[in-house]
């Protein structure tokens, strides 16, 4: 047996550590003296000691920890990726959130930059304009339509509800992020009372989230089985140099730019969540039986959601695609693609890709929102 001491300099966890993680029951002496109160650990404790250490050294919370413990190796190994991968996204959220601090704030009056510095971020932050059209379909299967699609002067938002009173709470949600609008600076199609003001660009959205999913709520009420009702939500506020993402559920965001197409949303659903664990290949995920199911999504439910937001600066000649999982799901990526290329308007390209999701059988609704940046009209 290993006294406190030798234990802690064997574990390299200090014995205040111990004896908290002891309290805890994360890693309990084997044996306690009777006579002295001395803690006794033995040497096969080691391992799990270290690996408490080394977890710890990796900023994860002690609650986690010994969930973790608790596991077998396999489980284990995907429990610490998981977290790892949590982890980054936000870390690359605080990122970019940083950045645009740091750009916010070197244009504010008493602020000193050099001109190189002052000429490069002047380029990124010129106001720009965007030019947008949105569609949604009921699809060929489907008797009623429960998605809603909304492009305006400020906000890109598609919602994809289900339930019994699904449409009305997909239209719900987008009616919330619909009320910025109003602030939304002048642009092809429409023009508002002035900006979101650049500092305020994710609070604002954090609170429209907050207010949709309090709709959605109160429209989840009304139903016979108000936990079964919910929507999806993907959304964009524009403010003539950046776009600011909200996203939950499996609606997807895409941007096309020099020529290339990326997802820029991550999945909210089992089948994805399996995919990150590498427990299923991507090409197995598109016809899984429970690809539909959602990890994530505005419900009836008491919980508040916790979307994924994050800022995008806009350069002119990009393309932004908001669409709900009627269009992937029928639709190849690679022929999206080909659509978003093409340099038809936001209009036509919006009613192609839902005739190529009907005439792929159209078994779901379909929404498509498309917006083109581009430099202002002289």
């Known amino acids: 047996m290993l006294t ?3 234990f802690a300099k064997a574990s390299r966890l200090s014995p205040k550590a111990l004896r908290l993680y002891d309290q805890l029951g ?9 006579s002295t109160g001395y803690r006794l650990y033995a040497p096969e404790q080691l391992e799990r000691a270290r690996l408490v250490a080394w977890l710890r050294r990796l900023g994860m919370p002690l609650a986690r920890i010994k969930h973790v413990c608790e596991l077998d190796a396999r489980g284990a190994a995907c429990e610490v990726r998981d977290f790892w991968e949590q982890v980054e996204a936000e870390t690359a959220e605080r990122r970019d959130l940083a950045s645009f601090l740091v750009e916010h704030l070197s244009g504010m009056p008493g602020s000193h930059r050099a001109p190189e510095k002052e ?17 949604s379909d009921t699809g060929l299967v489907r ?27 997909s239209a719900a949600a987008v009616d919330v992020l619909r009320r910025l609008d109003a602030h ?18 994710l609070n604002v959205l954090e609170e429209a989230i907050e207010r949709a999913d309090e709709a959605v709520r109160g429209i989840a009420a009304s139903s016979e089985a ?8 993907t959304a964009m506020l524009w403010t003539g140099s950046q776009l600011a993402l909200v996203h939950v559920g499996d609606s997807r965001a895409y941007l096309l730019r020099g020529g290339e ?16 664990e590498g427990r299923l290949a991507p090409e197995e995920a598109t016809t899984h039986p429970q690809r539909a199911l959602l990890a994530r999504a505005l419900t009836g439910g008491d919980a508040g959601v916790v979307p994924d937001t994050r800022l995008c600066d806009a350069e002119p000649g990009d393309r932004y695609l908001l669409c709900s999982d009627g269009l992937t799901a029928a639709v190849p990526t690679g022929t999206v693609h080909q659509v978003l ?20 059988g159209g078994p779901d609704n379909v929404s498509c929102v498309i917006a083109d940046v581009l430099r202002p009209r002289r």
């Open 184 to 201: 939304a600076p002048g642009t092809h199609g429409g023009g508002g009372a002035g900006p979101v003001p650049a500092g305020d660009l």
């Open 261 to 276: 197409l990326f997802q820029i949303t991550h999945d909210h659903t089992l089948v994805q969540s399996m995919v990150d």
């Open 26 to 34: 994360l890693l309990t002496p084997a044996r306690v003296d009777p």
């Open 341 to 360: 290329a093409s340099p038809t308007a936001p209009e036509p390209a919006v009613r192609e890709l839902v005739t190529l999701a009907n005439r792929n």
């Open 119 to 135: 000429h490069t971020m002047s380029r990124n932050t010129a106001p720009l304009e965007i030019r947008y059209a949105a569609l």
């Open 4 to 6: 406190i001491g030798a």
């Open 226 to 233: 108000p936990h079964e009702v919910g929507t999806t939500l």
């Open 143 to 169: 008797e009623s339509n429960q998605d809603t699609a909304y492009a305006g002067s400020g906000v890109l938002a598609v919602a994809d509800g289900f339930g019994k009173r699904g449409g009305p709470a």
